[in-house]
C-alpha cells in the first residue's frame, strides 16, 4: 500500500464535493490541519466564500480523513 498523503487528499475533494453536489447535499468538503494531523472540516458554499465552516468532520491521517469522507458520502445516499 502506497503513503496516501495530505495532497492526496487536498487533490481528491474535488471529486468528492461533486459527488455530494450530485446528490443535493448543502455542505461541501473543506481540507485543514488540527495540531499537526489532516482534518476535514463542513461547510457550505457561502462559508466557504467567507473561508469559515460548519463543523469539523473527521481529523487524523489523511487515509483516515478520506475513510470519513467516503462514509459520509454513503450514509446521503
Not at 461533486?18 to 457561502?46: C, M, Q, S, W
Amino acid at each position: 500500500m502506497s503513503r496516501y498523503t495530505y495532497k492526496n487528499l487536498k487533490s481528491d475533494l474535488p471529486a468528492l464535493n461533486a459527488k455530494l453536489e450530485k446528490l443535493g447535499h448543502e455542505f461541501r468538503f473543506v481540507e485543514g490541519h488540527r495540531n499537526g494531523y489532516a482534518a476535514i472540516d463542513l461547510a457550505t458554499p457561502e462559508q466557504l466564500e467567507r473561508h469559515c465552516c460548519h463543523s469539523m468532520l473527521y481529523g487524523g491521517t489523511p487515509r483516515e480523513c478520506l475513510a470519513a469522507c467516503h462514509q459520509y458520502i454513503a450514509r446521503l445516499v
